[in-house]
């Protein structure tokens, strides 16, 4: 039992389990955008959207924790174009890559409050690559 106790130690001391989390929010992340592209290449550019976004909301939270970022105030969740500026003051990523997140949150919002026509299946296929590109350069 000791010895086990001593090798997790060793494996937290080096990142090790913390890699290993980043792996395992990447591959349900993938997952979840391998579902959004096979929703559009179905022709159903809405609900590709919002899982889009759903899972790049999840992505920016997780990366509020590990960076630190709190994501309650007052017992109450933060918005994520909150979480967005506090990860972009925190250092997490620069000014640029917020108004990126900005957009495809927006986008987001429309496919989920019925603004279907403020959007195409374009800049659908855009979103979720790059919010795939995203999840890849910002692991959480």
């Known amino acids: 039992m000791r010895t ?3 090798g997790l130690r060793d494996d937290l001391a080096v990142g ?8 395992v929010h990447a591959d ?3 997952d979840y955008l391998e579902m959004a592209e096979g929703l559009l290449a179905k022709g159903y550019k809405d609900a590709a959207a919002v899982i889009t976004g759903t899972s790049l909301e999840v992505h920016v939270r997780a990366l509020c924790v590990k960076n630190g970022v709190t994501t309650a105030v007052a017992g109450r969740p933060k918005k994520a174009d909150t979480m967005n500026a506090d990860l972009t003051k925190a250092g997490a990523y620069d000014g640029l890559q917020q108004k990126k997140v ?3 949150m927006g986008l987001r919002n429309k496919a989920a409050h019925g603004n279907y026509a403020d959007y195409d299946k374009d800049e659908v296929r855009q979103f979720i690559d790059g919010v795939q590109s995203f999840m890849m350069k910002y692991p959480a």
């Open 4 to 6: 086990v106790a001593l």
């Open 16 to 23: 090790w389990v913390e890699s290993v989390v980043e792996l």
């Open 102 to 104: 900005t957009y495809w």
């Open 28 to 30: 349900t992340y993938r």
